[in-house]
């Protein structure tokens, strides 16, 4: 996929932000820190276009890029931050539902987690909370550069189970280092968007 634009159209407070335009999006949701800027800066080949390791504390938005005046990437918060409080947490969670629930143009949520680690209570609820809303969802496991190639299999099998993955879900080992997986995830995100 050759990207030729690549812009931030709005970060999105609420709902009356979000772009009126009627073109497919790809949400990317996952833990801070996970890699998640890192992932699409790799893909739309920018070094820093989606800010990375946003730190917490800062205003939550939807962040909104139009890639080649064809679609939309998402930039959701991302979550599992330690210190966060309540009130910020409940904010999260409505904002959540307001786009999740509500988003016709979504085609598809990319779940952003670690190849290193299982995945996390949060990764678990973020996954079946897309499952809820019927939604399609495809998993990218990142930081593939930092496992020895003998533990991928290992991993990979660890995230499905943890998460208690459905099978027909792409599954999409991923690394911003290498760029490996770079074309699988571009081939996913083009089916779900056309
Ligand atoms: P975000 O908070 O989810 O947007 O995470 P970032 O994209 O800011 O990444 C967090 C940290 O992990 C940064 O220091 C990145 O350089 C690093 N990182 C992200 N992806 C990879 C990767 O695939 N391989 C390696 N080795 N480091 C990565």
Request: glycine letters at 4%.
């Amino acid at each position: 996929m050759k990207v030729n634009t690549a812009e931030i159209v709005i970060s999105a407070a609420s709902k009356k932000q979000y772009p009126s335009a009627l073109i497919p999006e790809i949400a990317l949701a996952g833990r801070s820190n996970v890699g998640k800027s890192s992932f699409i800066n790799k893909l739309i080949q920018r070094k820093n276009l989606a800010r990375t390791s946003s730190r917490p504390g800062k205003t939550q938005t939807l962040n909104f890029y139009i890639i080649n005046d064809q679609f939309h990437f998402v930039d959701v918060p991302g979550y599992g931050y330690a210190k966060v409080s309540k009130t910020e947490r409940a904010k999260w969670g409505e904002m959540m539902d307001e786009y999740f629930s509500e988003r016709e143009q979504l085609r598809a949520t990319a779940l952003i987690v670690d190849i290193r680690h299982e995945p996390t209570d949060e990764d678990c609820m973020m996954y079946d909370f897309l499952k809820h809303y019927e939604l399609p969802v495809m998993i990218v496991a990142t930081k593939l550069d930092k496992i020895k190639k003998s533990q991928q299999q290992k991993q990979i099998r660890l995230i499905k189970e943890t998460l208690q993955m459905d099978e027909e879900d792409p599954f999409i080992p991923f690394s911003a280092e290498t760029g490996e997986g770079k074309e699988a995830a571009w081939r996913t995100i083009l089916e779900f968007i056309r």
